[in-house]
């Protein structure tokens, strides 16, 4: 679970709110013996949940999960940024918006405008060589196909492509680490 879809959530709060400076990491194998598709019983080694507590370099602690066990859950990724001066919240699900708390909103009279505000993000970057069109809903797909047209960008313009090699090697470390809290049960630093 931690080098599978924990790799991408421990991605995204890296880049959206990190450095990430150290890590507190658990995970479990909820069935450890499985059938395999001619119907025995194997053992598995692959972790089902992971679960970590994130502390950043400005001090700042969360708290990043991942499962494979999550009753009604689909292809879901969801993050909540809580910060002393407002909020973001976020559900691939619902992509079209990203919602946004800002406390500095004036909250009278009859409420101001203080609460929740939903930010449209279906056109907010460059369309991917003009395919899919531009009201089309953001998607798995549409964001596949984001990647390698600037992957494929990248190679015609001779620059950087993001994420890079380094960024990749980077992620590796940081879930080395990771693995290694969860197997003492302790906090281990961030590369």
Not at 69 to 91: K, P, Y
Request: aromatic share 8%.
């Amino acid at each position: 679970m931690l080098q599978d879809l924990g790799s991408h959530i421990v991605d995204v709060m890296n880049h959206l709110i990190g450095p990430i400076d150290s890590v507190l990491t658990q995970t479990h194998i909820l069935y450890p013996q499985r059938p395999n598709p001619r119907g025995e019983l194997e053992t598995v080694e692959a972790d089902d949940i992971m679960l970590m507590i994130a502390r950043l370099q400005n001090g700042a602690i969360g708290t990043i999960e991942a499962s494979k066990i999550a009753t009604g859950a689909e292809d879901e990724l969801s993050f909540e940024i809580h910060g002393d001066q407002g909020a973001l919240r976020f559900h691939c699900m619902r992509a079209d918006y990203l919602e946004a708390y800002d406390l500095r909103a004036p909250e009278s009279p009859l409420g101001g405008t203080r609460g929740w505000n939903k930010i449209a993000c279906v056109q907010r970057f460059d369309k991917p060589g003009g395919f899919p069109g531009p009201k089309f809903s953001i998607g798995w797909i549409r964001a596949h196909l984001h990647s390698h047209f600037n992957f494929l960008q990248a190679i015609a313009n001779h620059t950087q492509p993001s994420p890079s090699l380094y960024e990749g090697i980077h992620l590796q470390r940081m879930l080395a680490a990771a693995e290694r809290s969860a197997q003492a049960g302790a906090w281990e630093k961030m590369p």
